[in-house]
């Protein structure tokens, strides 16, 4: 008989045998496959604490532990951080420089000079200033140089250079508010005159030299033994002669006089 490979034939029993070992074969590669291309399942965490449970006051109802596993595991009851910010502003000073232009009084005194022409008469704004503080209508004014300025400038438009205070008008008022504060300073002036002379002789005082001390309780000394001497001499009357002081202690005590 020929038995090589090509001319053999498998018994029918063997044959089935080997479909079905195949295909056992077959479905455990599918298996393996399958549950080789599934995900791998997270671990799961034991749940300690319910994080939704009085949620509205977990701060103040639950425990330490409770909010550090609610805060780690479910992003719940987590402390609040606060963030704070220091300014500090820088305050620049600001310099403001003020000029104040003075007019020269030999030029002021010349506007308050010049000729004033109004209703057919002629005169300085000054002496139109004074005339009408004194007899116009702006006599009754509180203050009638205020008054009669005002006036004589809108009359002459040359006028509105001189100022009042070089126009040479002071009404009563005025002339006895500025008397008394021209008193008012004379005292200020006499006054702090004379705290300085107090000043000084304080300050040469508590100066003052040791021998001149020594030299003013000599003379104290030597007034004080020239009115003993005085006192110490002989009175004679009546016969009888005393010093001045025993006849005066005398009488004080046993004389008329007690």
Same mark, same amino acid.
């Given at each position: 008989?020929?038995?090589?490979?090509?001319?053999?034939?498998?018994?029918?029993?063997?044959? $089935?045998?080997?479909?079905?070992?195949?295909?056992?074969?077959?479905?455990?590669?599918?298996?393996?496959?399958?549950?080789?291309?599934?995900?791998?399942?997270?671990?799961?965490?034991?749940?300690?604490?319910?994080?939704?449970?009085?949620?509205?006051?977990?701060?103040?109802?639950?425990?330490?532990?409770?909010?550090?596993?609610?805060?780690?595991? $479910?992003?719940?009851?987590?402390?609040?951080?606060?963030?704070?910010?220091?300014?500090?502003?820088?305050?620049?000073?600001?310099?403001?420089?003020?000029?104040?232009?003075? @007019?020269?009084?030999?030029?002021?005194?010349?506007?308050?000079?010049?000729?004033?022409?109004?209703?057919?008469?002629?005169?300085?704004?000054?002496?139109?200033?004074?005339?009408?503080?004194?007899?116009?209508?702006?006599?009754?004014?509180?203050?009638?140089?205020?008054?009669?300025?005002?006036?004589?400038?809108?009359?002459?438009?040359?006028?509105?250079?001189?100022?009042?205070?070089?126009?040479?008008?002071?009404?009563?008022?005025?002339?006895?508010?500025?008397?008394?504060?021209?008193? @008012?300073?004379?005292? &200020?002036?006499?006054? &702090?005159?004379?705290?300085?002379? $107090?000043?000084?002789?304080?300050?040469?005082?508590?100066?003052?030299?040791?021998?001149?001390?020594?030299?003013?309780?000599?003379?104290?000394?030597?007034?004080?033994?020239?009115?003993?001497?005085?006192?110490?001499?002989?009175?004679?009357?009546?016969?009888?002669?005393?010093?001045?002081?025993?006849?005066?202690?005398?009488?004080?005590?046993?004389?008329?006089? &007690?």
């Amino acid at each position: 008989q020929d038995r090589s490979p090509s001319k053999q034939f498998l018994h029918p029993c063997t044959a $089935r045998l080997r479909m079905a070992a195949m295909r056992l074969a077959s479905v455990a590669l599918g298996v393996v496959a399958v549950v080789a291309q599934q995900p791998a399942e997270e671990p799961v965490t034991l749940r300690l604490y319910d994080c939704n449970v009085e949620y509205d006051v977990w701060e103040t109802n639950w425990t330490p532990e409770w909010k550090d596993w609610c805060c780690k595991n $479910r992003q719940r009851g987590c402390p609040s951080t606060s963030t704070t910010t220091e300014t500090t502003s820088t305050a620049t000073p600001t310099t403001v420089t003020t000029t104040t232009t003075t @007019e020269d009084p030999k030029v002021a005194v010349e506007h308050c000079n010049e000729q004033c022409v109004f209703a057919g008469s002629t005169a300085t704004c000054a002496a139109r200033v004074q005339w009408v503080a004194k007899f116009g209508g702006s006599k009754d004014e509180a203050k009638p140089c205020d008054a009669a300025h005002s006036l004589i400038i809108s009359q002459c438009d040359v006028c509105s250079k001189c100022e009042l205070k070089f126009s040479g008008c002071s009404s009563p008022q005025e002339q006895e508010e500025d008397k008394n504060e021209k008193e @008012e300073k004379t005292d &200020k002036k006499e006054e &702090k005159k004379d705290e300085k002379q $107090r000043e000084d002789h304080s300050s040469v005082g508590s100066q003052q030299p040791q021998e001149d001390k020594e030299r003013h309780s000599k003379r104290n000394h030597e007034y004080e033994t020239q009115q003993a001497e005085h006192c110490n001499k002989q009175c004679v009357f009546d016969g009888a002669s005393a010093t001045c002081t025993a006849r005066m202690q005398w009488t004080a005590k046993f004389g008329a006089t &007690k």
